[in-house]
């Protein structure tokens, strides 16, 4: 199985600027060293309606490794494992320098049934291991970079679910322990129980409850965050607009931000954005993306590209600086909760810690 070390081989670089090393983060005060933005996969598999062209999500994945976007973030039930397989995929046929400073970070946990529905949380520690060994095959590898429960069973102290983790890093299996939508009194046990790397929440201009009370928690504890949702699943983007059909198997047609006056809404504040990304000369997704870098060194913005065309679109966030005057005027074109609607319908809204 291929071994994928902690660090970076090499210092690559990105596509919209080839001189510039591409700058990395690191997850933590345990975790390893990893490009400044991370790519999710989920969008490569049926979330979004269908799975997106398997070839150019393979070409998309090696685009991304050579240009120094080493943290690939997948879930075991994205796709029921078409995910990993892809990335396995990708991995096996990418050059040996790349494929060795890629870093795989996997949620577990989400049980589904066969028509893809969604049936709760599985955090118990026998069933950690079994995910583990499932990821392990279908990835093709001989560890797992950094290992987390998607959401937090209810019914198991994440004590016991972490644990079961750090029993895993103690038999080389994970390399570091990470945590998925959690509250601060969570993450304190969880970190009393194991090193805990980084924090993975939604955190956009559109879903900023991570900055009361989280925020403050995981840099007091020396943990990082990975970002997702930058772009508010393509909200914040030039290529979502009112006229837009979703279908009936994209997540996004059930959840509320993008449903009738919600959607009105938030796009009208899309469009405040739009007007200072337009004066900056750049996109709205990548005034976005600035937007998190800019947040703080412990943050990596976790994209979610699905083709080369949006991978290069935000990796040019990378060469973008927000001054002052630029951060006071985005702040005024999307206020601190000004989103309308939830971020999830009701049902996968109770299983998040807020």
């Known amino acids: 199985m291929t071994h ?25 005060a345990t975790g390893p060293e990893v490009g400044a933005l991370g790519l999710g996969c989920m969008g490569m598999s049926p979330a979004y309606g269908a799975a997106g062209d398997r070839a150019e999500s393979i070409a998309t994945l090696h685009a991304a490794l050579e240009a120094g976007v080493t943290l690939l973030d997948t879930g075991d039930f994205y796709g029921m494992g078409h995910n990993e397989l892809l990335i396995g995929e990708a991995l096996r046929t990418a050059p040996a320098a790349r494929r060795e400073q890629a870093l795989l970070s996997v949620k577990f946990g989400s049980m589904r049934g066969p028509d893809g529905a969604f049936s709760g949380q599985d955090g118990r520690p026998a069933a950690v291991k079994n995910f583990a060994a499932y990821s392990l095959q279908r990835l093709g590898v001989d560890h797992i970079d950094v290992y987390r429960i998607s959401r937090l069973d209810p019914q198991v102290p994440i004590e016991e679910t972490v644990g079961a983790v750090a029993e895993l890093v103690e038999q080389g299996y994970v390399r570091h322990i990470g945590l998925s939508e959690v509250g601060a009194g969570t993450i304190r046990r969880a970190a009393a129980t194991a090193p805990i790397a980084d924090l993975q929440f939604e955190y956009s201009l559109l879903s900023r409850s991570i900055e009361a009370e989280i925020l403050p928690t995981v840099r007091e504890l020396g943990i990082a965050v990975t970002a997702y949702g930058v772009l508010a699943h393509g909200l914040i983007s030039d290529h979502f607009g009112p006229g837009r059909t979703l279908t009936p198997d994209d997540f996004r047609a059930h959840t509320p931000r993008f449903q009738g006056d919600n959607l009105r809404r938030n796009l009208d504040l899309a469009g405040a954005l739009r007007a200072i990304a337009a004066d900056k000369g750049i996109t709205l997704a990548q005034t976005a993306i600035a937007w998190a870098l800019s947040r703080g060194a412990d943050i990596v913005p976790v994209i979610g590209a699905r083709t080369r065309e949006r991978l290069t679109e935000s990796l040019g966030a990378l060469d973008v600086t927000l001054d002052a005057a630029d951060l006071a005027a985005i702040e005024a074109a999307i206020p601190e909760g000004a989103a309308a609607g939830d971020r999830y319908p009701t049902a996968m809204m109770a299983d998040l810690e807020r």
């Open 4 to 28: 994928h070390p902690q660090t970076q081989t090499a210092a690559q670089t990105h596509p919209t600027s080839p001189a510039t090393p591409t700058p990395t983060r690191r997850l933590g």
